[in-house]
């Protein structure tokens, strides 16, 4: 029994990599760099070279799990790379969805195998974006204090685990948060403490985070939903969810749990 993840480095693809390996499973890591990749990801996993967006070009012998992270480029090639995974005997997807049921998402449910998605609130590591600027000026620039129930990517990464090697999960859509829901503020003050000396926080306008997000080449139309998501939180992105302890039989990791281990990041 192998598993394929896809996007194996990335923020969530690494921490799936580590649990499946954790709990004995054969895992192939696709990433574009392996040499690169090998010293990102625990010894035991195979590393090969490709791309989620090729489909046409990976290589299923032996898989017969897929860890699929939904990421830009992939809504026209992914429902091809569903079907060549189906076709070639893979038989459980999880899917970590793109932010909503698009062709991807759409395609797995339709896949006819069992698969589970996996829909997880703002990442911890968002967190990292404030790094540059509190190391150099002391500072955070936000443009709202609103509520996030932060989900820490290793617990993504166990229940995607958790749903690619244990029975019971199929056809079910998981809603991932953290154990708490916390302003930018309160995350302050907990990073404050965490690196040891006081980090300010300035508002900015909404306009000026959008241009922000311009300036790092990210397209306007996606840096006005991102913003726009800030600024209107739903009530699944505020609202804590039980669902991380529910598979996983152990409470969901705390914001401080993330800190102590990036604080670093921020001194």
Known sequence: MTTLVTGATGNTG?????????????????????????????????????????????????????????????ADVGPELVRRAVDSGVRRITVLWGGGVGPVEQAVADSGVEWTRLEPQEFMSNTLTWADSIRAEGVIREPYDFPSALVHEGDIGAVAAIALLEDGHSGRAYNLTGPEALTPGQRLKLLSEAVGRAVAFERITHEQAIERLLATGVPR?????????????????????????QVTGRPARTFADWLAEHAARFR
């Open 14 to 74: 690494r921490q799936v990599v580590r649990e499946l390996l954790e709990r004995g499973a054969r895992v192939r890591a696709l990433t574009r760099d392996p040499a690169a990749a090998a010293a990102l990801l625990p010894a035991g996993a195979e590393l090969v070279a490709g791309t989620h967006t090729e489909p046409a070009a990976l290589d299923f012998t032996g898989v017969d799990r897929l860890h699929i992270t939904v990421t830009a480029g992939l």
């Open 221 to 245: 139309a996606d840096a006005e939903y991102v913003v726009g998501w800030y600024a209107a939180p739903n009530a699944e992105s505020t609202t804590v969810d039980p669902t991380v302890e």
